[in-house]
């Protein structure tokens, strides 16, 4: 390729990540880690990655000479690594739907009644309590959903005809998969390439670790948002700011490290939105409960009806967002194994050619 051009194609990579990212931060604080900023995230990291891919083809010839050879194997590793996070992540939203199907059974005892009984209220009251016990033993739950992990893999494996490549992919979580050491193995040695190397690669290394990175950030908020196995946020950002995406990338990070760390947040299983409101509504309806007296008096009943209302409306959330959420992450998890198989094939066709 023209050294010219492709500076100028690196540059504009370099633009369209920052512009992504721009757009992520630019939300309000209300929006932040909700199931659409999550899904617009997830959009974001689909776009990054198909440019990257194209940078990634059009300079095939120098992935396996060192030290790109290096670079492009390391994000590989990165990539599988991921793999197992949007495993963790998909097990996350079958949890939500679980507690989804409590809230279900809430609406379908207290909503449209003529009259409220005891038999209602307590049909309502063991959903509350079958939703916290839900929420708050994670690793019980967790266990029980890694025996019977449905993983992304195995369909993609059967659709991938390159199965050589394919063997090496995580195919699901165990029950001692740990989100917080996944994210440490990704964000290991992700550091800034230095001017030499720079010059070595003709900037094609820049390229990658903004890649890499790209994939560090969108996993590590998959975890702060999605219920996974041993969660944990801590992780080691060595950012600086030289390039154009460094500040709105850290500047959504601080905020989610500063959402996690509210004192209504701390104990949480999951920082997304959605969860927050499924929180506070349930909260609030088993307060209502606690001091129930059949026959309710107008004042109780219209308590409760209001408490319905919010549990509708968390309930909604989650009906029209779970789906078309999961649909991406598998999106993500098969993208990331298609550019690494196709880009192992390519590099051994180069070297068969030398």
């Given at each position: 390729m023209d050294t010219s051009r492709q500076v100028i194609e690196l540059e504009s990579f370099q633009k369209q990540v920052a512009e992504r990212f721009n757009d992520l931060a630019a939300v309000d604080s209300d929006e932040l880690l909700s199931v659409a900023w999550i899904r617009k995230l997830l959009d974001a990291y689909l776009c990054c990655q198909e440019e990257f891919r194209l940078i990634v083809f059009k300079n095939k010839d120098f992935l396996n000479r060192n030290p790109m050879a290096r670079y492009i194997s390391e994000f590989f590793e990165r990539s599988v690594k991921a793999l197992d996070v949007c495993n963790a992540t998909r097990d996350g939203i079958d949890k939500i739907r679980q507690w989804q199907v409590q809230l279900e059974i809430v609406l379908c005892a207290l909503d449209n009644?003529?009259?409220?009984?005891?038999?209602?209220?307590?049909?309502?009251?063991?959903?509350?309590?079958?939703?916290?016990?839900?929420?708050?033993?994670?690793?019980?739950?967790?266990?029980?959903?890694?025996?019977?992990?449905?993983?992304?893999?195995?369909?993609?494996?059967?659709?991938?005809?390159?199965?050589?490549?394919?063997r090496s992919l995580s195919w699901s979580v165990s029950p001692s998969w740990s989100a917080a050491r996944q994210l440490q193995a990704i964000g290991n040695n992700l550091v800034a390439?230095?001017?030499?190397?720079?010059?070595?690669?003709?900037?094609?290394?820049?390229?990658?670790?903004?890649?890499?990175?790209?994939?560090?950030?969108?996993?590590?908020?998959?975890?702060?948002?999605?219920?996974?196995q041993d969660r944990g946020l801590q992780s080691n950002f060595s950012m600086t700011r030289q390039f154009v995406w460094s500040t709105p990338v850290i500047s959504l990070q601080e905020r989610i490290l500063e959402e996690s760390r509210k004192r209504d947040r701390k104990n949480s299983c999951g920082l997304l939105k959605e969860i927050h409101e499924i929180e506070k509504c349930a909260r609030h309806m088993n307060e209502s409960m606690d001091s129930v007296h059949i026959p309710l008096n107008k004042l109780k009943e219209e308590e409760i009806k209001e408490r319905i209302r919010e549990i509708k409306q968390a309930y909604g959330a989650l009906k029209d967002g779970l789906d078309?959420?999961?649909?991406?992450?598998?999106?993500?998890?098969?993208?990331?194994?298609?550019?690494?198989?196709?880009?192992?094939?390519?590099?051994?066709?180069?070297?068969?050619?030398?």
């Open positions: 009644q003529r009259s409220l009984g005891e038999g209602q209220i307590r049909r309502a009251k063991k959903a509350l309590i079958d939703l916290a016990i839900g929420m708050l033993d994670e690793k019980e739950s967790n266990s029980i959903l890694g025996r019977r992990n449905k993983s992304f893999g195995r369909n993609v494996m059967r659709e991938n005809k390159s199965v050589g490549h394919a390439p230095r001017a030499n190397e720079i010059m070595a690669t003709n900037g094609l290394n820049v390229a990658v670790f903004t890649m890499n990175y790209v994939i560090f950030f969108t996993i590590w908020a998959l975890v702060a948002a999605i219920p996974c078309p959420l999961e649909r991406q992450v598998r999106e993500v998890f098969c993208r990331i194994v298609r550019i690494r198989t196709d880009c192992l094939d390519s590099i051994g066709r180069t070297n068969s050619r030398d």
